[in-house]
Structure formats: C-alpha cells, structure tokens
C-alpha cells in the first residue's frame, strides 16, 4: 500500500469510522469552512471473458467434475478485484492530528474473467459451441452479482459514521490514523467481499448440475 502526502491531502486505500474525539482537541479540530462535501463513487466493470482453445482435457485437471467420467472439458475462471481510494486531509492541531475524509472511490470489477475450452474440440465444432454456451452461464452468474453488491457497498460507506468536514475527528498522530483506517476496512468491507465470493459460489454450483451437463452433452453426438 502506498501513501501519498501532498501538502494536508492524503490519498488512502482504505475507509475511516469517527474515533472517539480526545476531549482536549476536539474543540480545536475544524474543517474549513470551503472543505468539500464528502463523496462516495462506486464503479462496477463487469468485464470482457477471455476465451482460450489451448489446453487439453488432462492439462484442465481431473479434480472436478465438468464432464463426463471426471474430464474437465471447460472451465470459467473469475477473479473480483475490489480496490478502494479516500481522499482525506489532515490539519495539524496543539494535542493531535484532526483529520476528515473528501471523497471514497471504490472500483469493482474482474481482473480475470476467462473461459478455458479443451483443446481436443476446435472452434466451431458442436462440442466447442456447447462447451462454450455451458460456460457462458457461468459468466452471466459472475457478472450480474457486482451491481447489488456494488449498491450495498455504497451503502455501508454512506451509512458508517465516517469523520467528514462537518464532523471531523482527532488521532494523536497520522500514523495512529492510518492504522485505524485500515483496521475499518478489514472489519467492514471485507466481509461484504467475502459475502459476494460465497453468493457467487453459490450460484455458480447452480450451473453445474447433473440436468445442465446432460443437456450440453444431448447437442453433440461425439465427445
């Protein structure tokens, strides 16, 4: 993680909750009075799946059941890549750090979204196009689960109560600030992330049963 100071601005990957304000600082502790408005920007790219026709049935494993007798015959790979950025400033002051936040920005999005289709089936052949169909399913079950959760996450950011120009809050140090912002994320965002990843595991093992592969293996004769 890195931390870029540019005169009181911070840029942060992380997320604050109000601390309890040192009662000796915290009459001292103002925004200015031209501090903006603290923002929240949620930004979901679902992604483009990748499609590759260049390992085989054995190199696709044989750990689990995609096909018939064990063979993997097509797989969707989807990786969330969920990425935060605040912006805040800090003021010095005579007992502490007063610190509140300007704007949240946070990305959602794939950084790997691939379909894997064995390489024993060309393009255009009936087992490809099946395999292929099969595996889309799977991507519309990743792609559609970043949207809700896009929303509860603005959510949680809009509802915790986090130090802005109008109510900013006291740290004894940057550095003090700084751990209690990345304690916050790990405490609250996390488990949303975590929530999405069991959801989509969910869902996708809906995909996978014994009614959708026998109907993907009735539209081609030879497998």
Known sequence: MQIYRHLLTVLLAAIFLTAAPHQAAAAECEAPDDARRYEINVKVDVGTPKIYNNRSKAQLGTSISHGRRGQILGTMLGNVDLRWFINYKVEEIANGTCFWVANANVELSYHQLDINIASEYEPGSCQYEAILDHEKEHVVVAQRILSPYAQQIQ??????SIPTADLPSVADSPEEAQAQVQEV?????????????????AQQ???DTRENYARTFRQCRRW
């Open 205 to 207: 093992a809906e995909v």
């Open 155 to 160: 959510q949680v950011l809009t509802t915790l």
């Open 185 to 201: 994320f790990r405490r609250v965002l996390l488990p949303v992330r975590d929530q999405m990843n069991q959801r989509v595991r």
